[in-house]
């Protein structure tokens, strides 16, 4: 499993048959891992985020040999060694050089900074590779936290539609 470490975390790229088992048992995943299990999470959002994942592994087994483009990743809090999140990209670099991202903190573990800092290592090791040129995300325009998390990172706002900001970082920015 590729793994990036950050001073308090560290980000899990699931495989295809781990990518897999969070869909169908994450509580056996985080025992496999050996992993704490995770603090409770909303019920509506794990509907949401399991839909998310369906697509997510549709795309791993169809690019296998580019599976960290298209697969969960885990955000685990070393000093607890617990998930406190995930984030994925939407596929590979496009034409542009662009690589989306998305991510989330449990709702438990909110307000710690750790996305923060996983976005950060993420967009790092993305922005190293060397066909990526920039790092994109699109947020709803009510969601502060995610503004804040984008802006520490030094993404900047480049667009906007009634609904969403799209935010870009491009290789050479500064955080």
């Not at 995943?29 to 997510?56: F, H, K, N, T």
């Not at 996305?115 to 990526?132: H, K, P, Y």
């Amino acid at each position: 499993m590729f793994e990036l470490q950050t001073k308090r975390l560290r980000l899990l790229a699931l495989e295809v048959d781990e990518l897999a088992q969070l869909i169908g048992d994450p509580e056996a995943l985080e025992r496999r891992l050996g992993l704490a299990p995770s603090l409770p999470r909303d019920p509506a959002l794990e509907r949401e985020m399991w839909m998310v994942l369906v697509i997510l592994l549709e795309k791993v087994i169809r690019h296998p040999r580019a599976c960290r483009w298209y697969t969960q990743w885990l955000v685990v809090l070393k000093s607890e060694n617990r998930r406190v999140g995930g984030f994925c990209s939407k596929g590979g670099p496009n034409r542009r050089g662009e690589v989306e991202i998305g991510y989330g903190t449990d709702p438990a573990d909110q307000r710690q900074g750790y996305m923060s800092e996983a976005v950060a290592a993420a967009t790092g090791w993305a922005l190293a590779q060397r066909r990526v040129q920039a790092v994109i995300a699109e947020t709803h325009k009510d969601n502060l936290a995610s503004h804040r998390v984008l802006e520490k990172n030094g993404f900047q706002k480049y667009r906007e539609t009634e609904q969403f900001y799209y935010w870009k970082r491009t290789r050479g920015d500064q955080p």
